[in-house]
């Protein structure tokens, strides 16, 4: 069975490579790819959507409802993870909480837990004492993480980055937070329900913004039907819906990744965890 | 039918609403589940209707006029935007895909709540996402779009089957495993294509390929585009995937994904053989008909066998799905006009059979709390309704006239007489005996043999890995059902009345196959294919 597969692997890489033999030179300017449609885009993406980033232009606006979707998938991603993993606390056996005055670590069973004790400290099973610096070097970079989060999104339009890029980051700066600290502390601020509306919400911004344009206009996702809403010419209204969906994609692409983190990282009770 | 020509003058945005209900009505579904456990499914039922009722306007429409709709998203023409396109075949799988979805979805509102218990907000979301990648996949004017929808489909199935008995997620993970490598594969082909026209619109493609006729590159776009579909869809070799995925798994994802996810990559690699790739270089160029026919031969032999070696009712059903898959495949690439519609029409016929079974397995699980064959004894004396539709859809599978599976077995068959294949036509009938074998066996069971007492009743909700705690009250209700045996005690309305509704359609469908094929299908096949 292994040599099969094997077989079978070399084969297909046999072919793949037998047939690159008839592909267009690497960065031809007369292979077909460069000169069907993008001729169009270079020449007419700042005419028609006033955005200068001509990659911008396409992933969100000529091929909007295509990103749309890459959207959901990731929503997707984050409801499939819940759907499979979420366990609820009640199957939790045991807890670990530190005696403060004492120092000594004790292990709880059953379903009675200290609750809000000054005395008791919860602590998770895999706790470790010294965490002084990364806590400290953690609280001081993810202000600036998320600030640069921020100036990705928004400079989708004149430098590479957009909702995705800008998305990732930012969930990575809870992320480095539940790290750095623990899981409890990260819901905490950034709880499950809030995870899974504003993942809900992203798509919703998205899509929302194209079923009204479908409802003032013609199209979906038309957006110079949004110029009266938004008060600019048909052109530059093209330009603020390409921002308003990718901050849908930022804010849905940050929730699922922090959700999904949340659930991996507990094993689906959210109860403790890295 | 001047009504419906004014309500299409107000809805041109159709194409797109039949989509986007469902995409909005999930992240309603999945925000709402948060707060309250009833309020998903009524969005996600609403949404599922509106669905059904624009795909019947689409067909209509299309049909009246006769004219392709084309729907352009963001607003931007063909090759430069990404464009819906309605015509015969699409408006019809459409129809196909919403009222399936539909009915087995409103049919299983106990199920739902039992199985997926505080999870309601994410199952209900998830049914709906895959539902609107379906009909994505089918309307869909782009390759590259049709890939990013087959993503949504195929992630929200992985979800929707993992969590059922506790074999199912390992089944999952091999589906995961072999339905992530056909779809990469798709994308692979759709790279070569982009790499050989700079296109990505089916028709632009379709215009640009005669032009290249002898291009490697193509040959291996459509190679591989070919082999991922035929990954995805469960032709013999590459089978081993569906029966596990589809048998493991809770009934009302079964109810949804068995009917469609084959029929609607059946579909899609009709589409792309015959309006991406011309019907003269998949016919004609390529010479791979024989081969595919027999692959299709091989498969119905394997499927139909292999459903004989079965006890377990829904494992049964999915090597039946699987020699099914043959008839289509095999159907289409006999090449000739017969050949063709017969295996179109056997996409609507079989999503609607195959929907009717699963449908009545859920009624029998509901019941008995197993899957095994011999928990049917003695169900025509208490089940009679649910058995009376159970015998229609045993007998379309089978292949009996009036219902719908005789019509397109003729048409598959007079096909392969027409084409030469006699093999594939010896295959078809052989398959339809051992069809009648594996029901008829059914229907004894469950006609002559006593009624079981099931102490056991529910069993099936405690092997399911959910967060079920309160099946006490369940078992109770049942225990009182059983005690009285010899008494009808029928599934309850709500499950009743789709799957009666499904088994009339089987005949209904049957009965107007004609008025299909002359009024849909023929407009589907190119004049070229005689």
């Known amino acids: 069975m292994k040599t099969l597969g094997q077989i079978t692997v070399l084969f297909c890489g046999g072919l793949l490579l037998f047939f690159t033999s008839d592909f267009p030179d690497f960065g031809d300017a007369n ?49 499939a993870c819940f759907l499979l993993l979420r366990i609820p606390k009640r199957e939790v056996k045991s807890r670990y909480y530190l005696h403060e005055p004492t120092g000594v670590t004790l292990r709880f069973e059953g379903d009675k837990y200290p609750q809000k004790s000054d005395v008791f400290k919860r602590i998770d099973s895999n706790w470790v004492p010294y965490d002084l610096i990364i806590n400290f070097t953690c609280r001081l970079l993810i202000h600036f993480i998320q600030i640069f989060a921020l100036y990705v999104v928004a400079h989708g ?103 999904i983190y949340y659930n991996l990282s507990s094993a689906g009770k959210q109860d403790e965890g890295l | 039918m001047t009504f419906f020509t004014t309500i299409f003058t107000f809805l041109p945005d159709l194409p797109a609403i039949i989509i986007i209900t469902p995409l909005l009505a999930s992240l309603l579904a999945a925000a709402s589940g948060l707060f309250n456990r009833k309020t998903p499914f009524l969005i996600a039922a609403a949404a599922l209707f509106i669905s059904f009722i ?234 791979i008909s ?3 026919v027999w692959l299709a031969i091989i498969t119905i032999f394997f499927g139909s066998l292999s459903a004989l070696a079965q006890k377990d009712y829904k494992r049964m059903l999915c090597y039946i799905i699987i020699a099914e898959v043959g008839y289509m495949v095999g159907g289409f690439f006999l090449g000739n006009r017969i050949g063709i519609s017969g295996a179109i029409l056997h996409i609507v016929n079989d999503a609607a059979m195959t929907l009717a079974l699963f449908m009545a397995a859920g009624i029998f699980l509901w019941k008995t709390g197993e899957d095994s064959r011999d928990s049917l004894k003695g169900m025509f004396g208490k089940m009679p309704f649910t058995m009376a539709g159970f015998t229609l859809a045993a007998l379309s ?39 009648a074998v594996l029901f008829f066996r059914i229907l004894e069971i469950a006609h002559f043999e006593p009624f079981k007492e099931h102490n056991h009743d529910h069993v099936y909700h405690h092997s399911h890995n959910t967060l079920l705690h309160h099946h006490q009250d369940h078992h109770d209700e049942h225990y009182e059902t059983t005690k009285h045996n010899g008494v009808v005690k029928e599934a309850p309305l709500e499950m009743l009345i789709p799957f009666i509704a499904v088994s009339i359609m089987l005949v209904i469908l049957g009965l107007y196959s004609g008025t299909i094929v002359a009024n849909i299908i023929d407009f589907v096949i190119p004049a070229a294919i005689i």
Not at chain 2, 267 to 277: D, G, N, S
């Open chain 2, 397 to 435: 599978v089978v292949g009996v006239p009036p219902t719908c599976g005789f019509f397109s077995k003729w048409y598959l068959i007079s096909g392969g007489i027409a084409a030469g294949q006699y093999m594939f036509v010896a295959a078809l009938i052989f398959s339809s005996l051992v069809n």
């Open chain 1, 31 to 79: 292979s077909p790819a460069s000169l069907h449609l993008s001729p169009y885009f270079i020449e007419n993406t700042l005419k028609d959507t006033a955005v200068p980033n001509v990659v911008t232009a396409i992933l969100a606006d000529y091929r909007g409802y295509d990103t749309m979707f890459e959207t959901t998938v990731i929503l997707t991603a984050g409801l």
């Open chain 2, 290 to 292: 024989e081969f595919m």
């Open chain 2, 54 to 287: 624009s795909s019947i306007i689409l067909i209509m429409q299309v049909v009246e006029t006769g004219i392709v709709i084309e729907y352009r998203m963001a607003g931007w023409a063909a090759p430069m935007g990404i464009v819906y396109i309605i015509d015969h075949l699409s408006a019809l799988i459409l129809l196909v895909i919403t009222s399936a979805a539909f009915l087995n979805f409103i049919s299983n509102r106990k199920n739902i709540e039992t199985e997926f218990r505080n999870k309601e907000g994410a199952f209900n979301s998830l049914y709906l996402l895959f539902t609107s990648g379906l009909i994505g996949m089918t309307a869909t004017g782009d390759a590259f779009n049709l890939y990013v929808l087959m993503e949504i489909a195929s992630l929200s199935g992985y979800a929707l089957i993992g969590l059922g008995s506790n074999r199912s997620p390992l089944a999952t993970l091999n589906y995961l495993f072999l339905g992530t490598i056909g779809a990469t594969f798709y994308l692979l082909g759709v790279g070569y294509l982009y790499i050989a026209t700079g296109s990505l619109n089916i028709a632009d493609i379709a215009s640009i390929i005669p032009t290249m006729m002898n291009s490697s590159i193509i040959l291996f776009a459509f190679i591989i585009c070919m082999a991922g579909l035929l990954i995805k869809m469960a032709i013999f070799p590459l089978h081993g995937w569906l029966p596990n995925a589809y048998s493991d798994c809770s009934n009302v994802s079964a109810g949804l994904i068995a009917p469609l996810t084959t029929k609607v990559t059946i579909y899609i690699m009709i589409r792309i053989c015959l309006t991406l790739f011309s019907p003269e270089y998949t016919f004609n160029y390529l010479k």
């Open chain 1, 157 to 259: 339009h004149y430098s590479p980055g957009g909702g995705f890029q800008g998305g990732v980051v930012l969930g990575a700066s809870v992320i480095l937070f539940a790290i750095s600290g623990n899981l409890r502390a990260a819901i905490k601020r950034f709880g499950e329900k809030t995870a899974a509306l504003f993942s809900a919400a992203g798509v919703f911004i998205y899509a929302g913004t194209g079923a009204l344009c479908m409802m003032i206009g013609e199209h979906f996702l038309n957006y110079n039907f949004l110029s009266p809403l938004l008060g600019t010419d048909r052109i530059m209204a093209r330009s603020h819906g390409i921002f308003i969906v990718e901050i849908g994609v930022a804010v849905t692409v940050m929730a699922v990744m922090i959700w």
